[in-house]
């Protein structure tokens, strides 16, 4: 009688084991599951109309049509890089999505700023363009720590109260130096860079005059992918 009950007991308790074993392999496989659709569902960020990016611009010290300094003032625009094909390195221009200031997110305090035409280029040092390392086949692919961008302004109404006379900000050439980054897990990474505007001054030599660009900083540069 008790060797009977004593068996029963032991193949009680490793019918219990099993369940618990099988509870805990079900749970585990459910929540492998779920971390690999969650990564699935991430996508990464791009230079092509797949990602959307929203640039803010500070610009310090920018003078309107009637002499009045911008100090602090936050612009916004959103649009696509898009990469033409055929170029080494890889380069294209910025595509606005949203062109006034009536399309401007609700909530976001920046101004709409209209871009016109704008140009961007992967790059090296650009102070020092040689072939990289990625030609002799020490990388998979070029890796360019750099953006060169390249945005031209219309002239933007500015908002004025009643009986105050009118301003603007005339047409804008700006140009960043911007660190770019590939995160294998998340894409494109693009970090805040300064501004610059390019200041023409025409020297005059002998015999001839010469025109010399010169870049004055007016802000900064940030980017976030929607």
Same mark, same amino acid.
């Given at each position: ?6 068996? #029963? ?5 490793? @019918?219990?084991?099993?369940?618990? /074993?099988?509870?805990?392999? /079900? $749970? $585990? &496989? #459910? ?20 990602? &959307? ?64 035409? @704008?140009?961007?280029?992967? @790059? ?28 031209? &302004? ?5 908002? @004025? ?15 960043? /130096? ?7 897990? #998340? ?36 980017? /976030?992918?929607?």
């Amino acid at each position: 009688m008790w060797a009977f009950l004593l068996v #029963a007991l032991l193949a009680a308790m490793r @019918s219990v084991d099993a369940f618990t /074993q099988s509870a805990q392999l /079900q $749970r $585990r &496989t #459910a929540t492998s599951l779920s971390m690999a659709g969650t990564a699935s569902d991430v996508k990464k960020t791009t230079l092509t109309t797949d990602t &959307t990016w929203r640039l803010r611009l500070l610009l310090n010290d920018v003078s309107t049509t009637k002499g009045k300094k911008l100090d602090g003032q936050l612009f916004v625009v959103e649009g696509n890089f898009i990469e033409e094909e055929g170029y080494e390195p890889p380069q294209g221009y910025f595509t606005p999505t949203k062109q006034s200031a009536d399309d401007a997110e609700e909530g976001e305090k920046g101004m709409a700023l209209e871009v016109s035409n @704008s140009r961007w280029k992967l @790059s090296e040092d650009p102070n020092d363009p040689k072939d990289g390392l990625w030609v002799w086949g020490l990388f998979k692919e070029p890796l360019y720590p750099f953006m060169l961008l390249q945005m031209e &302004t219309n002239e933007l109404i500015l908002p @004025s109260g009643e009986g105050e006379e009118g301003d603007s900000i005339p047409p804008l050439k700006l140009y960043a /130096q911007i660190n770019h980054i590939r995160n294998e897990e #998340a894409g494109v990474e693009l970090q805040t860079a300064m501004l610059n505007v390019r200041v023409l001054e025409r020297v005059q030599l002998p015999g001839a005059a010469v025109d010399l660009y010169e870049e004055e900083p007016v802000g900064q540069v940030s980017f /976030q992918p929607l």
